[in-house]
């Protein structure tokens, strides 16, 4: 019998963690990358050595790490995959999906896989560019003084904003606001240029009537998922937990793991 499985996703803004047993998640935590690498782990031996019981987590039989950080200092003890696989695999064992396109939106750096069959088959990503990601809707929320749950509303009637770079989006934004339009046309505004910036990308990998499973921080608001399904034609899956998804594609894997042994 397969016992506790640990799965670690090291993002650039916040650590996910997943503990699975007998097909279900027990445990989920998610923690400022600051404050997981300050107060849970310390330099050992060139590797991360993690608290795991200052986190109130319990010994694994297995612990499968990826992300943002892992080319930084690996998690001693752990096995790293790639963020890819890890991410495809979180999105096959949440939807029960074979074929589908991934796209995942992070605090900073953007991702779209196409998965068939349950693999990875072709993908395409974006990390020098913060335009698409979750930092920059927090900017722009800041900008109209709105939370992000608001600014993830509304997709309706967006105000055109042309620069699809993080830092000429706020002067262009502030200009927009000068010029009257409504919070709710700002907001949708701001939505679209996220779909701008990943439409590329998803164009190149679906085709009309595909689905895309919709994951990361950004994938918890709503307007960008009726915004992707009206202008591209497919259907759009939020899974369960999309910001946790590479931490469970991690313990999925370890689950493989175990089963070779």
Same mark, same amino acid.
């Given at each position: 019998?397969?016992?506790?499985?640990?799965?670690?996703?090291?993002?650039?803004?916040?650590?996910?963690?997943?503990?699975?047993?007998?097909?279900?998640?027990?445990?989920?935590? $998610? *923690?400022?990358?600051?404050?997981?690498?300050?107060?849970?782990?310390?330099?050992?031996?060139? &590797? @991360?050595?993690?608290?795991? =019981?200052?986190?109130?987590?319990g010994a694994s039989e297995a612990v499968v790490a990826t992300g943002y950080g892992r080319n930084t200092l690996?998690?001693?003890?752990?096995?790293?995959?790639?963020?890819?696989?890890?991410?495809?695999?979180?999105?096959?064992?949440?939807?029960?999906?074979?074929?589908?396109?991934?796209?995942?939106?992070?605090?900073?750096?953007?991702?779209?896989?196409?998965?068939?069959?349950?693999?990875?088959?072709?993908?395409?990503?974006?990390?020098?560019?913060?335009?698409?990601?979750?930092?920059?809707?927090?900017?722009?929320?800041? $900008? *109209?003084?709105?939370?992000?749950?608001?600014?993830?509303?509304?997709?309706?009637?967006?105000? &055109? @904003?042309?620069?699809?770079? =993080?830092?000429?989006?706020?002067?262009?934004?502030?200009?927009?606001?000068?010029?009257?339009?409504?919070?709710?046309?700002?907001?949708?505004?701001?939505?679209?240029?996220?779909?701008?910036?990943?439409?590329?990308?998803?164009?190149?990998?679906?085709?009309?009537?595909?689905?895309?499973?919709?994951?990361?921080?950004?994938?918890?608001?709503?307007?960008?998922?009726?915004?992707?399904?009206?202008?591209?034609?497919?259907?759009?899956?939020?899974?369960?937990r999309p910001q946790l998804n590479g931490a469970i594609g991690c313990a999925v894997h370890a689950i493989n *793991?175990?089963?070779?042994?």
């Amino acid at each position: 019998m397969i016992g506790v499985l640990c799965g670690i996703d090291l993002g650039s803004r916040s650590v996910k963690i997943v503990l699975l047993a007998d097909g279900r998640i027990t445990t989920e935590k $998610v *923690l400022e990358t600051v404050e997981f690498y300050r107060d849970y782990g310390r330099r050992q031996n060139g &590797e @991360l050595a993690v608290d795991f =019981a200052a986190l109130g987590l319990g010994a694994s039989e297995a612990v499968v790490a990826t992300g943002y950080g892992r080319n930084t200092l690996a998690i001693a003890g752990a096995t790293v995959i790639p963020e890819l696989k890890a991410h495809a695999l979180g999105a096959v064992w949440q939807t029960g999906l074979k074929d589908f396109t991934l796209l995942d939106l992070g605090g900073q750096d953007s991702k779209v896989v196409k998965v068939r069959r349950g693999k990875m088959a072709d993908f395409q990503t974006n990390d020098k560019c913060a335009a698409s990601t979750g930092r920059y809707l927090e900017n722009m929320a800041a $900008v *109209l003084g709105i939370s992000l749950e608001e600014l993830s509303r509304h997709s309706d009637n967006p105000v &055109e @904003l042309s620069a699809t770079c =993080a830092i000429f989006g706020e002067s262009e934004l502030i200009g927009r606001i000068v010029e009257g339009y409504s919070p709710a046309e700002l907001a949708a505004g701001v939505n679209y240029t996220i779909f701008k910036r990943v439409k590329p990308m998803l164009a190149a990998l679906t085709r009309a009537g595909d689905t895309v499973v919709f994951t990361g921080g950004v994938a918890v608001g709503k307007a960008l998922p009726r915004i992707i399904e009206r202008e591209l034609n497919v259907k759009v899956v939020v899974p369960p937990r999309p910001q946790l998804n590479g931490a469970i594609g991690c313990a999925v894997h370890a689950i493989n *793991l175990i089963a070779k042994q």
